[in-house]
């Protein structure tokens, strides 16, 4: 895992006294809450409808069990005892306290944490593969490349009031565990002919106008992604729309101008860039990548698994996946249990996590983008003895990308943004298909829910997806099918008039009810969907 | 409080700065000033006979002006780089960075602010136009680019 060095650690210090100084000019009154807002927003920190929400950044969502411990005793000590676990790997607590802010990002520093850029229209945290660095599939480890860009991207000068937010991400392997496609820069790191490069895609995103990012250059080697990308940043600051920030992101600029014409003005910049000498050295890259070089693994391990035990072999089955290095296996911790709330995890089970990280996975976790955690080491041996603690921590359910390991949004419960309740009806999906047995029948089947067309729930990129609107001020929920955020991305469809929270509880289950009856072997719900298309779904909610 | 700010030696420009069209259309004008969306790039012929280039920002969450100072001092413009309008004490850092050398905010700044703020960050990330060296080359000062 990468570590601050005494640079990294002076400019996340002194963006902690530089909050303090802007949060206690706040509080004094000497800046108005209008004044205050751009700061705070730079910083994580929103205004939400009961309390402050500070947003703290973990890059590329890989974490130490000492930072996760530390996340938790926040949660304990400034929040009412939870974290939320975010669709950009981050965490939220949605409890603070204004006058408490400056402390919490002190305690942060303490373990190398930060909440920069975590909001405002700058470039956002860089979000990466869950399984890097453990998944057997992948060209290199994408972290190296993703810390390179979080420093590059930290306080950019340029690139700090953009058009609106901008979020990159960066993969390695040809399964896209990221939604990679759907940001508004995606990297896919590629070998060719021995060397290390990426492809670029551009104008990706969700939102109102949901698009999947296409390929803008097919190559670019590592000691030039940063020029390359200071030249797709300056296109987009200049020429992004500003008049209307429902049209601001990069996607309606390459949708607007053409990807050919985008393309075409970033090469020219790009030509600029690269006379100015701005890519750290390769040098740099090694030091960073050197961080990421495997920890040290035992070799000679037993690749078996005690499957003895049928609950803890269910449990195996759905939620442990395979490691590069014998002996080892990747373990998934479901944030969804039955009735949960998707993300919430409590200060105890923070601790608990990062208590199994240090003795049983080499001291190292992840976030995901479905709003999980992972132990991305542990050995087979040990799988009996993590299922069980997770157990009793009420951690182990085995739902991994079923129906009811939903993304939600925090929605009209605490978002000030949002037109509907995200949380109620993730909730009650939850209940009517918690049956363990009909959940495995149903298979891979996304479900995302946003209460609002911004999106933050990926409602766009669902197998299933449900969109929250305030129809004359009652909540609306629009059902929306066939939309994929992986490697097969693909924007869903809207089957037709909304529902009360009930009603789309029932018309997904209908959803269900068709896939069951027409699925020919093997075919997943999405790949139904793509077979059948809309009309027989239509006809079973509607008919 | 302070009205108007440089960090140049010598003389600042005095000269009523002029539209970029106007400025382009032959005017012996030495001062221009580009408003926002206007392509910083038209400048370029022209950059020899400029002494003041002001840039506006018309609300301090518009952007633009960063790449406009930041392509004219890559194109070599050493005269005074002005930034008027809706400037903000905690943006001087970012526009000292792009390359502004001159600050006149439509509402007074705080000096003694404007001194925190300029202190507050020994190191930078990124290699810019300002000659700060980046934190990547501190951290390999024996290679090309450090």
Known sequence: MYRYDSYDQSIVDARVEEFRDQTQRRLAGQLTEDQFKPLRLMNGLYLQLHAYMLRVAIPYGTLSARQMRKLGEIAAKYDRGYGHFTTRQNLQYNWIKLADAPDILAELATVEMHAIQTSGNCIRNISSDQYAGVSADEVADPRPWAELLRQWSTFHPEFTYLPRKFKIAVIASEEDRSAMRLHDIGLKLVSRDGQVGAEVYAGGGMGRTPMVAPLIRDFVPEEEIVSYLEACLRVYNRYGRRDNKYKARIKILVHELGVEEYKRQVEEEFAHMRTLGLNPPTEELDRIRAYFAGPAYETGLDDSVDRSDPAFALWVDRQVAAHKQPGYAIVNISLKPRGGIPGDASAEQIALVADLAEQYSLDELRVTHAQNLVLPHVKKADLHAVWQKLDEAGLAEANLDLITDIIACPGLDYCSLANARSIPLAQKLSERFAAADRQKELGELKVKISGCINACGHHHAGHIGVLGVDRKGVENFQLSLGGSGAEDASVGQITGPGFSEDGVVDAIEKVTNIYLAQREEGERFLDTYRRLGMKPFKEAIYG | ?146
């Open chain 2, 1 to 146: 409080m302070v009205e108007f700010l440089s960090f140049r030696e010598g003389e600042v420009g005095q000269e009523p700065a002029v539209t970029v069209e106007s400025f382009t259309g032959q005017s012996n004008s030495t001062a221009v000033r580009i408003e926002a969306g206007e392509d910083a790039r038209e400048l370029l012929p022209h950059l020899d006979r400029l002494s003041l280039v002001e840039v506006n920002f018309p609300a301090f969450g518009d952007g633009r002006g960063y790449s406009a100072a930041r392509i004219l001092r890559e194109a070599g413009y050493i005269g005074e780089l002005r930034a008027v309008g809706d400037v903000l004490v905690d943006q001087i850092v970012a526009m000292r960075r792009c390359g502004f050398d001159s600050f006149r905010p439509d509402k007074a700044l705080d000096d003694a602010a404007v001194e925190r703020a300029l202190r507050r960050y020994d190191d930078v990330y990124q290699k810019t136009i300002d000659g700060r060296r980046p934190v990547w080359a501190k951290r390999h000062p024996e290679t090309a680019n450090g």
